[in-house]
């Protein structure tokens, strides 16, 4: 769970008529990531021609809502053959499924146009009975729609002129509905108003109720038909699209394939955990594994109920190949960060029950409910610690101190939490160096020994200083001999004193700048105190003119809403900054390449 998962490198040479079974094979097993670098595109039409289809057929799927069902490869002896039959299938079931498409567009466009109408109605109906003049009016015409505020005034200028009876009603901000009511003979020049100030006209059809059951049951008409096509072709389709994708997936991996003496070959990666495995079910071919130095694509092992924080990490950036699996030192230090900031054993219960509803009901934002469940128990830990209960505190014995009440150990806690971080990154860092067996990173880099050496030196000559009042003429004499040996390695690296100073200076002030920024850790607490401080004042001042009445208890309610939602989400902003720009500084890299092994049945 510290490094990414080994991977071996893996060349199958093929005998050229087993090819198609042993690709196959292979993608069924599903643990080899393909090496892609070097393509041939021999089977360019084949591949395309598959491709078309499958996004067809998926298009198919997505307008009926059917959702993928794969079952992995059989073997296909005449491909041809298969797609040949699949155009026809689709075809048959394309045209139909373009003209319920066509029909749902057109039944939406309308339930619009019935719900503008009622949008409309609703506004004139304070000041003429809409019903009744839709239905009864027959000497007189009216139009009716939808109009900016301004071109409502242009249009009442234009038809006064005509003597005409225009109604208009505010609808939206800074739109209008109006009616105007005319003569046959002024047909002409109320649609040409109409047409010149673009008013959206609204037929006096979709004023009627009969009108809209009649819309309501061509919906309810369309929904069944829709029902019966995914009933008669759902698995037809599902079955066409999981041959594809196979299909697809297996034209890709062909076009990975090479040449070589004895037969195909195809080059890849695969984990050293299912290597032996995979050895034993492949046949027709030979496996030969070897070891090799540089990139590789990255599987990491994190526990399931951390899984999510690879999401917050991988929209950074994605970890090499032998560094450090960032996602297990990221969400503690998360969970840590997030709980101090936030730390109230009621608002951590309420964070976590919304992030446990969220996980449960939504698979959309699952992940992003278990970030907020896992830090909602933290907040609970913390809340213990500090002694609060939706801001009350003394309810019970406070385990660590009471932030608002104690300042200056909440700044000096904080701090004590950036050091603390800040120093893992330099361990992390130092761990990668020996796993990558890149040495020389050891003394050279921002996450280097030395300058983890240079990082606790200055705080030593800090605390010595200023809190001890003791001489730290010697400890600053080794500083500065620190100081010249990282120097003497960055000049040799960039082979120019200035660049070598700048750099030197840059990187000694962003070390102390980055620990300083940790102060906004215990800022955050006190803040989440002060809010409540806020709160309670003002139910006080309400409670000494009412008393603990309805308007009392509804602000306490509402302002831990309020602090509930705010706060929680600046400091999970906060949070993830400190993450990524102090905290990842140092060992984290990135530019890695996901491990995605070439899989016929993949639900991806």
Known sequence: MLFPEKMLRVKIEIEPEYSNTVLELIGNIGSLHIDETKTLLSNEAEAGRVKMLLKLVQKYMAQLEVKPKRRGSSSVSDIEHLLDQTEES???????????????????????????????????????DMDRLSRDLKTINMHIGIVTMEAAELLRLALKQKKLLLVDRPLFEQTSAVAVFYEEEDDRDVRRAFSTLKVNEISLDYFSDQAFD????????????????????????????????????LEKAKSSLKEGDNGLILEGWIPESVSKEFVKNIDHAAV????????????????????????????????????????????????????????????????????????????????????????GISSVFFGFLYGSVFGVHHLFPCLLFTPIENIQATIIFSIGIGIAIITLSFFLYILTAIKRKELSMLFVGEGSLLWLLAYWFTIGIFVKSVVQQMDITYELMFLSLLLLVIFIQMLRKTRQKTQAVIDLLREFMDTITNTISFLRVGAFALAHGALFMAVFSMAKMISETYGESFFYWMLIIVGNVVIIVLEGVIVTIQTLRLEYYEFFKRFFKGGGTPYRPYNLSSKE
Do not use: C
């Not at 003209?99 to 409309?120: C, G, M, P, Q």
């Open 90 to 128: 689709l075809i048959v079931i394309g045209t139909k499924v373009d003209d319920l498409s066509l029909r749902l567009k057109e039944a939406k466009e309308e339930r619009e146009r019935f719900e503008r109408a009622a949008t409309v109605k609703v506004a004139l109906g304070m000041v003429i």
């Open 288 to 375: 030969t594994f070897s070891s090799f130095e540089g990139e590789a694509p990255v599987l990491l092992e994190t526990p399931l109920a951390l899984k999510p924080f690879e999401k917050l990490i991988s929209n950074f950036s994605y970890p090499r190949y032998g560094e450090v699996n960032p996602v297990m030192p990221f969400a503690f230090s998360f969970l840590i960060l997030f709980g101090i900031m936030f730390g109230d054993v009621g608002h951590g219960l309420v964070i976590a029950l919304v992030g446990w509803l969220v996980k449960k009901q939504s698979t959309q934002y699952a992940d992003l409910g278990q970030i907020y469940y896992l830090s």
């Open 214 to 249: 009649l819309q309501k049951q061509t919906e309810e008409q369309i929904t069944l038909d829709k029902k019966t096509m995914v009933d008669r072709y759902g698995q037809r389709l599902q079955s066409i699209e999981s041959q594809l994708y196979a299909l697809h997936a």
